[in-house]
């Protein structure tokens, strides 16, 4: 099973600012990684595909990068809606689907 | 409009099973396959399997194989998740997922998960 690893735990940025998210997988997924974003008491979102292909209707602020082992999730300028936890996932080799752990972006 | 409604919270005592269903609209429900994925009360999210609503095929997370079963009912655009043998442990919401690529166009999960279900709470306690 691919065990998939996201830091940090919580960051903590101010409006406006960016935000950088790390996902890393214990063995290479190539470019088969997810992000989602998750709100408070709603269900996930899907953000990122494909490690950097956006999805449907998400702002061209949400960026994502990598391959292999290292992915970036990357918001340039955190608007007050993207107060969030953010999940990784990679679909390479599996049955089992895996997740991360998941990221907290709060307002600093 | 795309989307997938679950059934309501369900109180289980342990060893007992629960059923939450999925009623998918705005597309059409064959075409595409459905994942359920939980998440424990303050934790991240687990993949629990995905049925084939055009074939009734599924593939089950090996955690889980034994004591879930997926179905679905085509006449009524509905996925089911049943889990059995219930522990405190399988407190937590469960939501069902459509996976994004359509049958026959591509390799499962490409696109991701991309449209998921409100979600549904089951709570198990003595």
């Known amino acids: 099973e691919i065990v998939m690893t996201q830091s940090p735990a919580t960051l903590s940025v101010s409006p406006g600012e960016r935000a950088t998210l790390s996902c890393r997988a214990s063995q290479s997924v190539s470019s088969n990684l997810a992000w989602y974003q998750q709100r408070p008491g709603q269900a996930p979102r899907l953000l990122i595909y494909g490690a950097s292909t956006r999805a449907t209707g998400i702002p061209a602020r949400f960026s994502g990068s990598g391959s292999g082992t290292e992915f970036t999730l990357t918001i340039s300028s955190l608007q007050s809606e993207d107060f969030a936890v953010y999940y990784c996932q990679q679909y390479s080799n599996w049955p089992p689907l895996t997740f991360g752990g998941g990221t907290k972006v709060e307002i600093k | 409009h795309v989307q997938l409604v679950q059934s309501g919270a369900e109180v289980k005592r342990p060893g007992a099973s629960v059923k939450v269903s999925c009623e998918a609209s705005g597309y059409t429900f064959t075409g595409y396959y459905m994942h359920w994925v939980r998440q424990a009360p303050g934790q991240g999210l687990e993949w629990m399997g995905w049925i084939n609503p055009n074939s009734g095929g599924t593939n089950y997370a090996q955690k889980f194989q034994g004591r879930v079963t997926m179905t679905r009912d085509t006449s009524i655009n509905t996925a089911y998740m049943e889990l059995t043998s219930l522990t405190s442990d399988d407190t937590a919401v469960y939501y069902c997922?459509?996976?994004?690529?359509?049958?026959?166009?591509?390799?499962?999960?490409?696109?991701?998960?991309?449209?998921w279900g409100q979600g549904t709470t089951v709570t198990v306690s003595s």
């Open positions: 997922a459509r996976d994004s690529k359509p049958l026959g166009f591509g390799e499962l999960m490409e696109g991701g998960l991309d449209v």
